[in-house]
């Protein structure tokens, strides 16, 4: 799986609007608001990775948090993001963007968060933890870092997971996945990756690259989601961290 296939999926145009579709009607989640509003304070420098069309960015500024930067590897995604931020009036910045090579100085940020299991849409363990490194070095001692991710181990996909295991096994997976617990299928949109992890994989992936887990919660045990969140995403589960003193 290369990343500029990922990449393209990211840059078309039914994509791109079925992302600004979310911002504009769906803003922030329950469970979102409810743990970066606890995490993080208004006046903090928030970093938002895969911002995709500023859904999280702009429901941030809306609730008093005026100092976060939204990047994203999809110009396209900037772009429209760039175009609602200005019709709304908002002053908010968004940059092209790649989390595993972060243009910003040691300890820039309070905080940094990656939203809708955007870290999971990056292909490979190595460039996964390659961005965990990332985010690490421009977070500033203590800061926090918030992100979501699918579950492979939850009851809903077991029977998928079996079956592909014994693929797996066999040396009958598919031939553009990297890893057990990648899926790359056709959806309405295209052709997507993501992988799922289980809670033990992020675990393990945090600790090699310093950071702290401080609490992982599935979103359902958080909030009760409106029916319109839960179509827009399945169930996820939220990982906070935090970068040791």
Not at 21 to 50: D, H, K, P, Q, Y
Not at 93 to 120: C, E, H, P, R, W
Request: net charge positive.
């Amino acid at each position: 799986m290369e990343m500029e296939n990922i990449k393209t999926f990211y840059r078309q145009p039914k994509v791109v609007e079925h992302y600004a579709s979310a911002a504009i009607n769906i803003g922030l989640w329950v469970a979102e608001e409810n743990i970066f509003t606890r995490i993080f304070r208004s006046n903090e420098t928030i970093l938002e990775l895969g911002c995709g069309t500023g859904r999280i960015t702009m429901g941030l500024y809306e609730l008093g948090y005026n100092k976060v930067l939204g990047i994203d590897y999809s110009r396209e995604m900037i772009m429209r993001a760039r175009q609602m931020a200005k019709i709304l009036n908002y002053n908010i910045s968004f940059q092209v963007g790649d989390a595993t090579q972060l243009n910003f100085a040691k300890n820039d940020y309070d905080g940094a968060i990656f939203g809708f299991n955007g870290l999971m849409q990056i292909p490979s363990r190595d460039n996964r933890r390659l961005a965990l490194s990332e985010i690490y070095r421009v977070l500033k001692s203590n800061g926090f870092f918030v992100f979501t991710t699918h579950d492979r181990e939850l009851k809903k996909g077991s029977k998928f997971w079996k079956k592909e295991k014994l693929r797996w096994d066999h040396g009958k997976q598919k031939t553009d996945l990297l890893e057990y617990g990648d899926r790359f299928e056709m959806t309405c949109l295209g052709h997507s990756f993501i992988h799922v992890p289980t809670r033990l994989e992020v675990i393990e992936d945090l600790k090699s690259t310093g950071f702290n887990l401080e609490t992982d919660v599935l979103r359902k045990d958080i909030a009760n989601e409106s029916d319109q969140v839960r179509q827009f995403s399945d169930e996820c589960r939220f990982w906070v961290a935090r970068k040791p003193k």
